[in-house]
């Protein structure tokens, strides 16, 4: 590393809460699937921020729409109306199919509003009585990082020393219908759950397990909400991952890929009976559905499908899935996928996936290990076959490797 990127990494150190365990590289500039370090190293974006950059980088499109409101309004607050927010309800409910939206900043407060959301129905539409109900969430879940999320996590990293928790949740295995069954009882408002396990490691549950979790949350008026901030708009090769299975939630979460990276945008799309419980005065934000949010998130939402990003998703990650089964390695346990949405996790022997990510970060390619032994996988959904072949012959090299 040259003196300047040690500069910055030093100084973030030196002021920064720590927090985080980057990647040893300093970014300055991305374009489409690529991004480029302060030495003008290029790379191939294989993480696209978590999902929140699946349009590519600094989508022409969508800076355009960015910069105009800039030039015109961008904020408000909700104490007026403002010529944006109306359309992107009208747009994102005609995309999704969602009767109600609640627009929100980051994924977190997506995820914090539903909660609010589905208890209030409960009590006041269900009859549930006063201060018992119960949400059901599964183990190894990833909902974000604020206090009310963190208290029905099962990641003892996540948890350590931020309690007392608020109560009202049970944790039951991902993908076990029986469990999901035995849990709900008549104080039941909703089972959140991720279509696809992320940050556990792109965990997909038993083909057919979401049919079964439809049918027992309507046979028990139990709302279903999907959090779908990672899987949703396209990432898994579908508009929404429980397309995958033919459903359909009562409330869905999306975020990070509903600006393309811009800004933070996020939104609780639901039926009328659960967000329809709101009055004013009852929920809010200063920056939700701000015009400049709005007018980002409406272009994003526009690039997606008039640019085939969806099917493009399908057919790449298809591409992706298989070269990376066929990489024979034996650092290699299992290779897990949808659409762009990938995993390769190894074996405890072959030692840390972050070693193999700091390998593939001298090959020109930046992925992300999660949970000690996997590699998280999942760049823009606007890359093509020559780049997923070029990134498959990097990985199969470093994977062949042993680094432990």
Not at 96 to 117: F, Q, R, Y
Not at 348 to 373: F, M, N, P, V, W
């Amino acid at each position: 590393m040259s003196s300047s990127v040690i500069d910055f990494i030093a100084t973030e150190a030196r002021f920064g809460a720590r927090n985080y365990e980057p990647i040893g590289v300093v970014l300055s500039r991305g374009e489409g699937v690529w991004v480029w370090d302060t030495e003008g190293n290029r790379y191939l974006d294989c993480l696209s921020a978590y999902s929140a950059v699946s349009q590519g980088h600094c989508h022409p499109k969508i800076l355009a729409a960015m910069v105009e409101q800039a030039h015109r309004l961008t904020l408000t607050s909700r104490a007026f109306h403002n010529d944006q927010l109306a359309l992107f309800y009208e747009e994102i409910a005609a995309l999704t199919g969602s009767h109600k939206v609640l627009p929100m900043n980051s994924g977190a407060e997506a995820v914090e509003s539903a909660i609010k959301s589905v208890r209030k129905w409960g009590y006041e539409v269900k009859g549930v009585p006063d201060g018992q109900a119960e949400i059901i969430v599964c183990a190894n879940n990833f909902h974000g990082r604020t206090l009310g999320v963190v208290g029905f996590s099962t990641d003892p990293e996540t948890r350590g020393h931020f309690g007392p928790f608020a109560p009202g949740f049970k944790i039951i295995p991902f993908g076990d219908a029986a469990a999901l069954e035995e849990a709900i009882t008549p104080n039941t408002v909703a089972f959140l759950v991720e279509p696809i396990q992320g940050e556990a490691g792109v965990i997909i549950p038993p083909a057919g397990y979401f049919t079964v979790v439809r049918e027992l949350c309507s046979a028990n008026n139990v709302m279903l909400v999907l959090d779908e901030i990672q899987t949703g708009l396209g990432r898994t090769g579908k508009l929404l991952a429980e397309q995958h299975e033919g459903i359909e939630a009562d409330v869905t979460l999306l975020g990070k890929a509903l600006s393309g990276g811009f800004y933070p945008v996020s939104a609780v799309l639901s039926n009328n009976d659960v967000l329809g419980t709101l009055r004013p005065g009852q929920h809010g934000s200063t920056f939700g559905g701000n015009p400049l949010a709005c007018a980002v998130a409406r272009a994003a939402m526009r690039v997606l499908v008039e640019e085939g990003m969806i099917e493009n998703a399908a057919t790449q990650g298809a591409r992706f899935l298989e070269g990376l089964k066929d990489i024979r390695a034996n650092t290699i346990r299992e290779v897990r996928g949808r659409g762009l949405m990938l995993a390769v996790e190894l074996h405890s022997e072959a030692g840390r996936a972050r070693r193999y990510c700091e390998a593939l970060q001298a090959k020109g390619i930046l992925a992300k290990d999660t949970h000690e032994h996997t590699i998280r996988i999942a760049p823009p959904l606007v890359i093509t076959s020559d780049q997923v072949d070029w990134a498959l012959e990097r990985l199969a090299t470093t994977l062949t490797q042993d680094l432990s």
